[in-house]
């Protein structure tokens, strides 16, 4: 064996390859197996995910079972808004000793201004009794942006200035320049 200063990539890959695959099968293995693996119960939703969406929301509720953090990627028109609810919600939908809330949940969503409304929809067409803030929706501006959040902190804000448990599912949905506070 050449010491690894002497070695080619030929020679490193014919050496040490059998521990590269070995270590690259360990950390592969997926999270969810459609056809072996149970899809979610969404008979609650009032629009259905397509199966391959129900697959990759599954495999996305167990990335945040074991990391408590994750990212749903893909391109456009493949439904990652259903997809990202959905995992939200289903996530949170065990006991609180099984790791979930109960349902009872925040979540915030960040995204381009131009898909808040779009968000607000979507999440009040699949999700029963959701209930969604959105920010500054009359466009007035920064002033505007910023009493809204305002007031949404006094009206849940509980004893020693926490805020209160959440009641059901709770989204507020802020855009990317609203979070800069309007910088145009």
Known sequence: MNSLDQMTIDDYFAEFSHFHVKKATELLQPLHVPGKDPLPDFSYATRQ??????????????????????????????????????????????????????????????????????????????????????????????KHLISDMTRLYDRMKGPNGRWKKPQGAEWYILGRDQAKFLPA
């Not at 167990?62 to 990652?80: A, F, Q, W, Y």
């Not at 009040?124 to 920010?135: D, H, L, R, S, Y």
Request: with cysteine; charged share 25%.
């Open 49 to 142: 995910p397509f199966e391959p969406q129900a697959h990759v929301i599954a495999a996305a509720i167990k990335m945040l079972d074991e990391t408590r953090r994750g990212m749903i990627v893909s391109e456009c028109g493949t439904g990652k808004t259903i997809m990202g609810m959905l995992t939200i919600h289903e996530h949170a939908q065990p006991s609180v000793r099984q790791g979930g809330r109960n349902g009872d949940y925040r979540a915030i969503v960040l995204c381009p201004d131009h898909l808040i409304k779009k968000w607000k929809e979507e999440l009040e067409e699949t999700i029963p009794g959701v209930k969604v803030t959105i920010f500054d929706a009359a466009g007035k501006g920064c």
